[in-house]
């Protein structure tokens, strides 16, 4: 018996087609279908807030990789002839120069930055974190904030947090 293949083309939606592939592509690869689709439609703002923050520790997990598999390795490689190479750089530093370098991936803003900073300020008076870490989470170089924040003091005098515990602000 022979069965003719008959499509059920006319009765599905483009639309609908796609949004499933998408979806089971971005599950494949462990992202948030409204990141992957940027499609916004299904999602309240909670829903949102942890697809995105999945997306995110997904991305931190990748670029740790990365930096073990490919960053940590070529500098290794390439570092004794930069030092043979750069005015400066002592050959008998390589060890102190290869334990000095740190690599940071990227970092992305808070979703609700009020709430986030209040939690940072906690996690600080309790003791459960530090500043060099929340700095960190930030995408930003400790070393380089205090630089900043000492330069600002001396350029502009007394830090606004002593003038505010000072007038009780």
């Given at each position: ?26 599950a494949a690869r462990g992202l948030s279908y409204c990141t992957l689709g940027n499609d916004l439609s299904d999602v309240n703002y909670s829903s949102a807030r ?120």
């Amino acid at each position: 018996d022979f069965k003719p293949f008959e499509s059920k083309w006319p009765d599905v939606s483009a639309e609908g087609y796609v949004k499933q592939q998408l979806r089971g592509w971005a599950a494949a690869r462990g992202l948030s279908y409204c990141t992957l689709g940027n499609d916004l439609s299904d999602v309240n703002y909670s829903s949102a807030r942890v697809g995105i923050l999945d997306d995110r520790e997904h991305y931190k997990s990748i670029q740790a990789k990365l930096i073990d598999w490919l960053h940590a390795e070529v500098f290794a490689a390439a570092l004794p002839y930069l030092v043979l190479h750069t005015r400066g750089l002592s050959p008998s530093r390589i060890d102190e120069y290869r334990a000095a370098a740190t690599w940071q991936g990227r970092r992305w803003k808070g979703i609700d930055p009020v709430k986030e900073a209040n939690a940072d300020e906690a996690n600080l008076r309790n003791k459960l974190t530090s500043r060099r870490r929340i700095i960190l989470e930030r995408g930003d170089d400790p070393d380089e904030v205090a630089a900043e924040i000492e330069a600002e003091e001396k350029r502009y005098g007394v830090p606004s947090s002593v003038i505010a515990a000072i007038w009780g602000m």
